[in-house]
Structure formats: structure tokens, C-alpha cells
């Protein structure tokens, strides 16, 4: 993706659906000297998603939207994208998955950050489904958002060994934190910068 407009940041809303620390991490970035972007929106389909907190730390507008029913919640979203001058998206552990229709809207700018290393584990209980398969490394991948689950094309991912005793909670927590550098070094990169 162009920078758009000159100097100004590119405006972003991050969607959510429970702890948020994808997103706290993304907020910090944004706001240093080489972030592209700026995250002016959280979304989230949750209203006791603990992520939202962050809205009022950071003073970040947000909005919730119950997903009782799809088309109007994706209409009523993507007015309030709209209104916002949201240029782009990052999901950040979004548990919704987005029509056809809506990511058209955002050709090449909506993000994903998913916990494996694709195009292995979709959907699920990545860390499970990898224990249980023996596998010796698994990961995370930041990828763009197509109207396939977890198969846009990938923008970088990053190798975690998994070590002989690894419980499902500490591949992920182990995952999480790799997670926090690889989502904006993606940004960055799909900048060009
Ligand atoms: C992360 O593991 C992310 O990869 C997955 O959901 C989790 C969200 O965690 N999609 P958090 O809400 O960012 O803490």
C-alpha cells in the first residue's frame, strides 16, 4: 500500500473481539516516529471484550456491534468506516468473519494476524491441533484478508520452536509475544518501509 496523503498517517481501525493485546501493541507502534499509520477506530463484536479498555486508556473512539445479524452489522459498519475516514484494518483476534462484499470495500487493506504458521492450522485451536500432531516449530502469520478464511496472501510470518514439554497455554503465549513484533514489522513492510 501508498502512503496516500503526504505526511498525514494512514487512519485504522483495529477490530476485536476479546483480550486486545494485538491491539495494544499496534497502538504503540502507531504512535512512533516510523508508524505509517495512525488508529483512530476499535471495533469489536463483544461489549465485554477486555480489549476495549484500551479505548479509553488511549483515548481511541470505539464502537460495538452485536453481529445478531450480518448484513446489517457489516452495513452499519461500513458507514462508520466511513464517517471515519478509515482507510484501513487490522484484525486483532476478531472472532467475526468478513463477507465478500465488505472486503471488496477495502481492496489490499485489511490485515490479519493469525496463530500459525499458515497456509497450516486455519480457523481454530491452532496450538492444539499442532500439539497433538507433534509438530517441532509452529508460528505466527500476518497476512491480507481475502473471502477465504486465513488464505490471503501472506505478508510475513515468524518460526517458534515448540519445545518437548509445551503445554497448549504456553505455545501460546510463547506465539503471542512473537505476535506483538510480527503484526507492525507487517505493516511496515506492506508500506514498503
Ligand atoms: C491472537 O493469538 C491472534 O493471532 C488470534 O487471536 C489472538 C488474539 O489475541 N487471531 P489478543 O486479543 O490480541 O490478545
Known amino acids: 500500500m501508498a502512503l496516500s496523503t503526504g505526511y498525514n498517517r494512514v487512519r485504522t481501525a483495529v477490530f476485536i473481539s476479546g483480550t486486545g493485546s494485538n491491539l ?3 497502538i504503540k507502534f502507531s504512535k512512533t516516529k516510523k508508524s505509517p499509520i495512525s488508529i483512530n477506530l476499535i471495533i469489536s463484536n463483544n461489549s465485554k471484550a477486555k480489549g476495549l479498555n484500551y479505548a479509553k486508556i488511549f483515548k481511541i473512539k470505539k464502537k460495538i456491534l452485536n453481529y445478531k445479524n450480518k448484513n446489517l452489522s457489516e452495513e452499519k459498519l461500513l458507514s ?3 464517517i ?3 482507510e484501513m484494518i487490522c484484525l486483532a483476534g476478531f472472532m ?7 472486503i471488496e470495500k477495502f481492496p489490499g487493506n ?3 494476524i493469525h496463530p500459525s504458521l499458515l497456509p497450516k492450522y486455519k480457523g481454530l485451536n491452532t496450538h492444539k491441533r499442532a500439539l497433538n500432531n507433534k509438530e ?3 508460528g505466527c502469520t500476518v497476512h491480507f484478508v481475502n473471502a477465504r478464511l486465513d488464505s490471503g496472501k501472506i505478508i510475513l510470518q515468524k518460526k517458534v520452536k515448540i519445545s518437548r ?3 497448549e497455554a504456553s505455545l501460546a503465549k510463547k506465539i503471542l509475544f512473537q505476535e506483538h513484533k510480527l503484526y507492525p514489522k507487517a505493516i511496515l513492510k506492506t508500506f514498503n518501509l
Open 84 to 86: 471515519n475516514n478509515i
Open 96 to 102: 467475526k468473519i468478513l463477507s465478500k462484499n465488505f
Open 136 to 138: 517441532k516449530y509452529s
Open 80 to 82: 462508520i468506516l466511513k
Open 110 to 112: 485489511i490485515l490479519n
Open 165 to 167: 514439554h509445551e503445554t
Open 24 to 26: 495494544k501493541s499496534l
